[in-house]
C-alpha cells in the first residue's frame, strides 16, 4: 500500500481563519494566504489574486458584486510540490479551481495499484465531489509543482451555482470534457497495443500544456515514466523501454522527469497504427 503524500490539510488550522471556514476543514497557517472577512462578510483578497482568479474561465465575465459574493467564503492556498489538496476516501469538505500550477489527480485500486485519473491545469475546478452527489472525495490530487489554488468550503458550491448558472454551466463543461478523456483511455486500454496508448497519453499532454522550445515542444511540467505507465495501465519497465526506443529514432528526447516531443507527427502516427 502507497504512502499518502503529506496533505496542505494536514497541519493544525490558523487561529486567524474565521469560524465557518474553521469548521470545514483544516488549513495550514504556513500554506494559506490568510483573507480576513470585512465587516460585511466579502473576503478581501490581495488586488492580484482577486484579477487573476477574475480572468479565469469558471469565473470571467461575472460582474463585482456577484465576484464579492463568489468569494466570500473563498480562500487561497500555496501547494508545495507533492503536497496533496485531498486524500481519496476523506471527506470532500472543500472543491478547488486551480489559480496557477498543476494537480495530478490519482486513484488507488483495491489491489493497490495507483492509476492516473487526471491532470488539472490553471482555470480548472476540481475536487467537486458535492457536483456528482458524493461526500468523499474519489481520488488524491497531488501537486505536480508548486501551485494556487482557490478552496472553498463544499456547501458554497450550491449557493455559487444557484445564483451564477454560468460557473455551473462550465463545471458541467469541465466534467463532460474528463469523461470524454477517461472513455477514449478505456477504450484505448482495451482496444490498442501499448506503444498507441503511451503514444495517446504524451499527445494528450502536450495538448493540455506543451510549450514550444527549440527543436520540440516541451510538457510544460515535471512527468514521470512511472506517471506515464499509471496513465496508460502498463509497466514502468515498458514505458521505459518504450520511451528508450523513440529517444533513439528521434520522436521525443526523455529526461528527468521531462518529455520534450521532437517529432509529433511520428507520435501521431504511432499512435493512429
Known amino acids: 500500500m502507497r504512502r499518502s503524500p503529506a496533505s496542505a490539510f494536514d497541519p493544525p488550522l ?39 482568479i477574475a480572468s479565469l474561465g469558471p469565473l470571467r465575465g461575472l460582474d463585482h458584486a456577484a465576484l464579492d459574493t463568489v ?31 498543476r494537480m495530478k489527480v490519482t486513484q488507488l485500486t483495491p489491489e493497490g495499484q495507483q492509476v492516473v485519473i487526471l491532470m488539472v491545469g490553471t482555470g480548472e475546478f476540481f475536487g467537486l465531489a458535492a457536483a456528482i ?28 451555482v444557484t445564483y451564477n448558472p454560468a460557473i455551473a454551466r462550465e463545471a458541467m463543461l469541465t466534467m463532460g470534457r474528463r469523461l470524454q478523456e477517461m ?7 482495451s482496444t490498442e497495443r501499448v506503444e498507441q496508448r503511451i503514444a495517446h497519453a504524451i499527445l494528450r499532454l502536450v495538448q493540455q500544456s506543451g510549450r514550444r ?28 523501454r518504450t520511451l528508450s526506443a523513440w529517444e533513439q529514432s528521434g520522436v521525443l528526447d ?11 507527427h511520428a507520435l501521431v502516427r504511432i499512435a493512429g497504427d
Open 14 to 52: 490558523s487561529h486567524s481563519m474565521p469560524g465557518s471556514f474553521r469548521r470545514s476543514y483544516a488549513l495550514p497557517s504556513t500554506q494559506v494566504t490568510t483573507l480576513p472577512n470585512g465587516g460585511d462578510g466579502v473576503a478581501v483578497l490581495d488586488p492580484t489574486d482577486r484579477k487573476i
Open 71 to 101: 468569494l466570500a467564503d473563498a480562500r487561497v492556498l500555496n501547494v508545495d510540490e507533492g503536497q496533496t489538496c485531498f486524500t481519496q476516501g476523506t471527506s470532500a469538505s472543500a472543491f478547488f479551481l486551480m489559480i496557477d500550477g
Open 133 to 160: 452527489g458524493r461526500d468523499t472525495f474519489p481520488g488524491t490530487a497531488t501537486a505536480a509543482i508548486p501551485s494556487r489554488v482557490v478552496a472553498w468550503p463544499t456547501p458554497a458550491w450550491e449557493r455559487m
Open 183 to 189: 472513455h477514449a483511455r478505456l477504450r484505448e486500454i
Open 213 to 240: 522550445v527549440e527543436g520540440g515542444v516541451m510538457i510544460d511540467f515535471p512527468i514521470t515514466r512511472q506517471d506515464i505507465a499509471e496513465m496508460t495501465g502498463t509497466t514502468l519497465h515498458t514505458v521505459s
Open 254 to 264: 526523455g529526461g528527468r522527469r521531462r518529455i520534450i516531443v521532437r517529432n509529433p
